[in-house]
């Protein structure tokens, strides 16, 4: 390997925005933990609160996991009162959850703890400078899906 192919961790972009991720999880599993949640369980209520309806794969998609995590864990949320899903499928095979009153309690709860840590980790930057950052990672993300047609 020359160095031409070797990744400089101090200065390569992936690997901070790793580390970054890694702080944000770690922050936010630290503020759910007290309240009884995993972040897969706030991520499950929270799309539930914006989409109610929301198939098992629809939600395994939006939470980052896979059909079957999102299965059992819909199925322990179910079990504990903060969702709710039909007994059959109104249409096809799909039963869509929606939040309890219970499920939405403890959401408020989630969300307060998981803005603050939002709050901490831009805490110091300017308006424009969130901007940019949110501009930035969402093209990273774009080029990312979409490829680099240029190529």
Known sequence: MSQDEVVDLRTSLGYLLKEASSALRAAM????RPLGMSITHYACLELLAQRPGLSNSELARGAFVTRQTMNVLLQALEREGYVTRPAAAPVGKALPARLTPRGRRSLEKASAAVRSV?????????EA????AFRILQRMIHSLREGNDGA
């Open 29 to 32: 599993e630290e503020v759910l």
């Open 118 to 126: 939002e709050v901490r980790m831009l805490d110091g930057m300017t």
């Open 129 to 132: 400078e969130r901007a940019d």
